[in-house]
T-cell receptor, first 114, second 116 residues
């Protein structure tokens, strides 16, 4: 199993550009989520999904869109990048149903917006 | 919604010394508690978790944590650290009921630096 994979690992964008951060998992996990990590802020939840076709907002959703058409994939879209979106982005997945289930994290995407 | 407080943003310690990383969470009827570790330029890895039962939980790499319901704390300890323990440590909480079932709330992290 590859676990949770994220592409790209690094990305530099100009203000106003759009892009999609890819996330895939091969563990058949129902629950997937996107976090951003900023120095001194820990991880903050952007969006999450409890299954294909179901998504919901986390605590910092503005400027980001998600969709979940398959169990495996959960892409994060930046429609018009801003410097405030410079961050490290992590995707995670877990089995749904039990809150004690471990979340498995991808290696992250480091995004810089100029 | 939960809030998680990690009381120390940075903890420097010498090799082979004991260490405690502190974590407090806001009160809730039922919670599940986690510690994750992040090595430089890597994703997060589960260190240990408390779901129920014994309040002392043992994890990987010699770490352990104690759940204290009355003090709403879940402090992480290791009796003797190694240089390889240098990393950032995150405390996280998941609620056992309600609309946020399964969602993880993270603290801001504690950078542990072990010096030779």
């Amino acid at each position: 199993n590859a676990g949770v994979t994220q592409t790209p690992k690094f990305q530099v964008l100009k203000t106003g550009q759009s892009m999609t951060l890819q996330c895939a998992q091969d563990m058949n996990h129902e629950y997937m989520s996107w976090y951003r990590q900023d120095p001194g802020m820990g991880l903050r939840l952007i969006h999450y999904s409890v299954g294909a076709g179901i998504t919901d907002q986390g605590e910092v959703p503005n400027g980001y869109n998600v969709s979940r058409s398959t169990t495996e994939d959960f892409p994060l879209r930046l429609l018009s990048a801003a410097p405030s979106q410079t961050s490290v982005y992590f995707c995670a997945s877990s089995r749904a149903g039990l809150p004690g289930n471990e979340q498995f994290f991808g290696p992250g995407t480091r995004l810089t917006v100029l | 919604a939960q809030s998680v407080t990690q009381l120390d943003s940075q903890v420097p310690v010498f090799e082979e010394a004991p260490v405690e990383l502190r974590c407090n969470y806001s009160s809730s009827v039922s919670v599940y508690l986690f510690w994750y570790v992040q090595y430089p330029n890597q994703g997060l890895q589960l260190l240990l978790k408390y779901l129920s039962g014994s309040t002392l939980v043992k994890g990987i790499n010699g770490f352990e944590a104690e759940f204290n319901k009355s003090q709403t704390s879940f402090h992480l300890r290791k009796p003797s650290v190694h240089i390889s323990d240098t990393a950032e440590y995150f405390c996280a909480v998941s609620e056992g009921r309600g609309s946020t079932l399964g969602r993880l709330y993270f603290g801001r992290g504690t950078q542990l630096t072990v010096w030779p």
